[in-house]
């Protein structure tokens, strides 16, 4: 188990540019999930995936915000046209699909959107 | 829609003390309710979960919570606080299995701090 691997690990981009991260989850685990997280603020929900099935979106994830996960191993999530309200810490985390899996949760990628 | 509050922005406790972390949540049905914590620059680690069963469920670092069904709350226990065990605890709550919902539902927090 070598734990959620997401990259980069900092981000920092001009408004309007996109932006591209990357999660890869627990090999064993066919859940993933991408979530955001603002200073003093729990995780808010983006979206899951079952797979390469997108299940699960949130109404956060505005048209700007795209995820994919094309075989079912690693996704990305990429946002269009930067804004500062972007800026926030994104997690990834990725679970089994035994009932209630716990979700295990990588260290995230700090994005800043100068 | 579920939702989850942690009233306590935070929680001094002295080493040694028990302490406890409140959640209290909204959700339809029968919730799965979750307990992480938050070391600085990490990422959220598992701590313990209640599915079903019983109320009492003990999970990592010799932390337990209660499930009261009654009173919407899941307080997230220890009976001796160390040092080590100062940061930030989030509760959440997820819909149950049937829902096809997977998503988590985060609280806003509690900082723990216990000083030695």
């Known amino acids: 188990d070598t734990g959620v691997s997401q990259n980069p690990r900092h981000k920092i981009t001009k408004r309007g540019q996109n932006v591209t991260f990357r999660c890869d989850p627990i090999?064993?685990?066919?859940?993933l999930y991408w979530y955001r997280q603002t200073l003093g603020q729990g995780p808010e929900f983006l979206t899951y995936?079952?797979?390469?099935?997108?299940?699960?979106k949130s109404r956060l994830l505005s048209d700007r915000f795209s995820a994919e996960r094309p075989k079912g191993s690693f996704s990305t999530l990429e946002i269009q046209r930067t804004e500062q309200g972007d800026s926030a810490m994104y997690l990834c985390?990725?679970?089994?699909?035994?009932?209630?899996?716990?979700?295990?949760f990588g260290n995230g990628t700090r994005l800043t959107v100068t | 829609a579920q939702s989850v509050a942690q009233p306590e922005d935070q929680v001094n406790v002295a080493e040694g003390n028990p302490l406890t972390v409140k959640c209290t949540y909204s959700?339809?049905?029968?919730?799965?309710l979750f307990w992480y914590v938050q070391y600085p620059n990490r990422g959220l680690q598992f701590l313990l979960k209640?599915?079903?069963?019983?109320?009492l469920v003990k999970g990592s670092y010799g932390f337990e919570a209660e499930f009261n069904k009654s009173q919407t709350s899941f307080h997230l226990k220890k009976p001796s606080a160390l040092v080590s065990d100062s940061a930030l605890y989030f509760c959440?709550?997820?819909?149950?299995?049937?829902?096809?919902?997977?998503?988590?539902?985060f609280g806003s927090g509690t900082r723990l701090q216990v000083q030695p």
């Open positions: 985390a990725s679970s089994a699909t035994g009932r209630g899996s716990p979700l295990h």
């Open positions: 090999s064993e685990h066919n859940r």
């Open positions: 995936f079952q797979n390469e099935a997108q299940l699960e």
């Open positions: 959700v339809s049905g029968n919730p799965y």
């Open positions: 209640y599915i079903t069963g019983d109320n």
């Open positions: 959440a709550v997820r819909d149950p299995e049937d829902t096809g919902r997977r998503a988590l539902t």
